[in-house]
């Protein structure tokens, strides 16, 4: 009976106190009239032009659509998110029993920091990288409208995983 009441007190215990886990809101917040993040463009390392603004959009729309749509100038900001398209890679990855090239996939890989505007003071830092495939087409614009397709549901979904990323907090 006693052990059923320790594990019992360790249980509650443990709820209670919790992990220290808190959304990025709560971070932004503040009391100085500061509040929010704001998104610089992002830098282009890799060779496929273009890329920096698809990953940028993404990620501002993946930043509003959890803060209401609330776009944040950098001067009111508290935190400022920039970061780079680190490389961009085109491979193919099937194959047709003629030997052609069946198939595609695109990898991006963006690293990104977020920091305390006033500060300086780094929040979070880290990488993310993400693939898509797509069909190979004979027709070389539609085979290029593939890619751009792929190319945007690359960067929705490291705009999810930046977001997440960046709402652990342990």
């Avoid at 709820?15 to 932004?28: E, K």
């Avoid at 990620?59 to 508290?78: C, Q």
């Avoid at 070389?140 to 990323?165: D, F, V, Y």
């Amino acid at each position: 009976m006693r052990k059923l009441i320790f594990f019992i007190l360790l249980y509650v215990t443990g709820i209670l106190s919790g992990c220290g886990y808190h959304h990025l809101g709560g971070i932004g917040s503040s009391n100085d009239g500061l509040d929010g993040v704001h998104i610089r463009i992002f830098a282009n390392k890799s060779y496929r032009a273009g890329l920096e603004t698809v990953a940028t959009q993404s990620i501002i729309d993946e930043f509003a659509r959890h803060s209401g749509g609330n776009s944040v100038n950098e001067t009111t900001a508290r935190l400022v998110l920039s970061g780079a398209v680190l490389s961009y890679a085109v491979a193919p990855v099937s194959y047709t029993a003629a030997d052609r090239i069946a198939g595609y996939r695109s990898t991006v890989k963006l690293a990104a920091s977020l920091v305390e505007r006033q500060t300086g003071k780094i929040v979070w830092r880290g990488e993310v990288a993400e693939s898509q495939d797509y069909p190979a087409q004979v027709d070389i614009s539609l085979q290029q409208n593939s890619e751009t397709a792929a190319i945007a549901e690359i960067c929705i979904r490291l705009a999810e995983q930046l977001h997440e990323k960046m709402q652990e907090d342990f």
